[in-house]
């Protein structure tokens, strides 16, 4: 759906906006269900219509792809977040297929720093499904969460960390976050496209704050709750301007050999300007600047990022314990599937 007002709903802004400004034509092809067969029926109804460049956005489109691709050579493919873990490590790329997936544990590491350095001690993550990306999300997060607790001297940080099994809230995650906030936990983390109603529910009800994922969604989690203030920061990843700028680059510029068959990751492109880059936490208003955690802070965190002062893991075969050194991680598995 293009209603997430996150990944999703992002990326066809992107195309969209493009497409008008360069007077392209432009549709939105939706898939009837959750299945690769109703991904495959939309992607050939796209080209029967004449359509050439066909946008996906996630990994759910991996098998799509690989159903497709390799039939229309004629057509070019552009695929954000769908990585080789997705596709498979036999698939060979064609030259008509460009796959874009970013360092979610970077931004995931920035948010978590940040709660910590702005006085949070009992923070909680609750994931969308436990695919790559989430999960890059989620241990970055525990990673900046340790480190800021590291530099503080604190050794009474604790995480709560779950998925929910599925990408959007219900009454059932409400339940659990319910539980969360009223046993002390003071933010969350709620990364997985819609799953963020259900910590807003419940974070509105006990005083709590949020984090929020893919875009700036501190106006969205505002808008949602009916009150402003709620949202500490968002960890983001640019997926407009990754969207966009390939679109400009392949079809206005020409340039598509500089993307032929790659899985290209998106990440910190430069030092000294954080807005620059494929993955940040909102400078303005989105994040809730202190003193003890001000623009010139994160600037210096971005930087030694860059210049690999501070390194984040983004391995995923590992618990999200494991990255804990000296807070406490409290890993509760799924809340459903």
């Known amino acids: 759906d293009i209603t997430d007002q996150s990944f999703n709903q992002t990326t066809y802004e992107a195309c969209k906006a493009f497409c008008e400004e360069k007077g392209i034509d432009f549709n939105y092809f939706k898939p009837a269900g959750d299945s690769d067969a109703e ?6 109804s796209s080209i029967d219509e004449g359509y050439n460049v066909v946008v996906m956005p996630g990994y759910a ?29 036999d698939y060979q790329l064609p030259s008509n297929l460009y796959c874009a997936v970013y360092q979610e544990e970077l931004c995931g590491y920035m948010a978590g720093y940040a709660a ?27 990673q900046g969460v340790d480190a800021a607790a590291a530099d503080l001297g604190l050794s009474d940080v604790t995480v709560k960390y779950v998925y929910g099994g599925q990408f959007f809230g219900d009454a059932d995650i409400t339940a659990v976050m319910d539980t969360w906030y009223a046993g002390g936990t003071e933010v969350v983390f709620a990364c997985g496209g819609g799953i963020y109603t259900s910590a807003v529910d419940a974070a509105k009800k006990a005083n709590g704050k949020v984090i929020g994922v893919d875009v700036d969604q501190a106006g969205v989690i505002a808008n949602y709750a009916g009150v402003d203030g709620l949202t500490v920061t968002s960890a983001m990843k640019g997926l407009y301007p990754a969207t966009y700028d390939t679109l400009n680059d392949v079809i206005i510029n020409g340039n598509w050999a500089n993307y032929v068959g790659q899985i290209a990751t998106l990440g910190l492109v430069s030092a000294d300007d954080p807005e620059a880059n494929y993955v940040q ?12 955690f001000t623009q010139d802070d994160y600037k210096a965190m971005v930087a030694d990022m860059y210049n690999g002062v501070i390194t984040v893991s983004n391995d995923i ?17 799924a809340i459903k599937g």
């Open 39 to 44: 991904r495959v029926a939309m992607i050939e």
């Open 61 to 89: 489109f991996a098998g799509a792809i690989k159903e497709t691709a390799g039939t229309y050579s004629d057509v070019t493919f552009i695929a954000l977040d769908v990585g080789a873990a997705d596709l498979g490590d």
């Open 116 to 142: 910590v350095k702005l006085g949070y001690k009992n923070l909680g993550f609750l994931g969308g499904m436990a695919v790559p990306a989430v999960q890059r999300y989620g241990y970055g997060f525990v």
């Open 281 to 292: 936490i909102p400078m303005g208003e989105g994040t809730q600047w202190s003193d003890s």
């Open 317 to 333: 075969s590992k618990a999200a314990s494991d990255f804990a050194t000296v807070i406490t991680v409290d890993d509760q598995g």
